[in-house]
T-cell receptor, first 117, second 115 residues
Framework: SQKIEQNSEALNIQEGKTATLTCNYT??????LQWYRQDPGRGPVFLLL?????KEKRKERLKVTFDTTLKQSLFHITASQPADSATYLC????????????????FGKGTKLSVKP | DGGITQSPKYLFRKEGQNVTLSCEQN?????MYWYRQDPGQGLRLIYY???????QKGDIAEGYSVSREKKESFPLTVTSAQKNPTAFYLC??????????????FGSGTRLTVV
């Protein structure tokens, strides 16, 4: 069966450290993978998109890697701050299921990150 | 400001009642989506639409209905046939393009509770 798993339900780290979140998937062949941030009671906010032919992408303190052989994406926040505390969702497209040039997104359950001062 | 607006923020439904959740976007996006989020679960797709007057069922469409009469609007009706409607409902929109570097834009959500 198809699955997308974010390995930790919760991750607690100290301010200033690097947070690393993991997203694994099985039985999908995504063309791209996305990461979102969600605060309590709010809708997710798009952070980064990485394509299958890209190994790494960066945006300010954020870095995403995408390994299609391991079927895994890693999401890093360097020099983490308490304001980074939120739930982070990974999502991938599934063109085989819905067709079209952009398949609909399948979301993981999220990892709740807490950054302690 | 461009964005996507969901209303109301909170909604209470009595047993056997139909309710409609509003979703409006001014981003000129072609595609719109409805997701349901329950505690401990990922977002699950209810319906999506890639063009006006056309929409497709997602994974959990039973008990829900939608319409797409205008590009800007994609209302969701939760019918009495939906047995467990209490959840957080999220509307999203996106560019329909395989070359897009942008993800989905989500609304702030509607929390529906059955009373």
């Amino acid at each position: 069966s198809q699955k997308i798993e974010q390995n930790s339900e919760a991750l607690n780290i100290q301010e200033g450290k690097t947070a690393t979140l993991t997203c694994n998937y099985t039985n999908y062949s995504p063309a791209y993978l996305q990461w979102y941030r969600q605060d309590p009671g709010r809708g997710p906010v798009f952070l980064l998109l990485i394509r299958e032919n890209e190994k790494e992408k960066r945006k300010e303190r954020l870095k995403v890697t995408f390994d299609t052989t391991l079927k895994q994406s890693l999401f890093h926040i360097t020099a983490s701050q308490p304001a980074d505390s939120a739930t982070y969702l990974c999502a991938l497209d599934d063109p085989s299921n819905y067709g079209g040039s952009q398949g609909n997104l399948i979301f993981g359950k999220g990892t709740k990150l807490s950054v302690k001062p | 400001d461009g964005g996507i607006t969901q209303s109301p923020k909170y909604l209470f439904r009595k047993e056997g009642q139909n309710v409609t959740l509003s979703c409006e976007q001014n981003l000129n996006h072609d595609a719109m989506y409805w997701y349901r989020q329950d505690p401990g679960q990922g977002l699950r797709l209810i319906y999506y639409s890639q063009i006006v007057n056309d929409f497709q069922k997602g994974d959990i469409a039973e008990g829900y209905s939608v319409s797409r009469e205008k590009k800007e609007s994609f209302p969701l009706t939760v019918t009495s046939a939906q047995k467990n409607p209490t959840a957080f409902y999220l509307c999203a929109s996106s560019i329909v393009s395989g070359q897009s570097n942008y993800g989905y834009t989500f609304g702030s959500g509607t929390r529906l509770t059955v009373v």
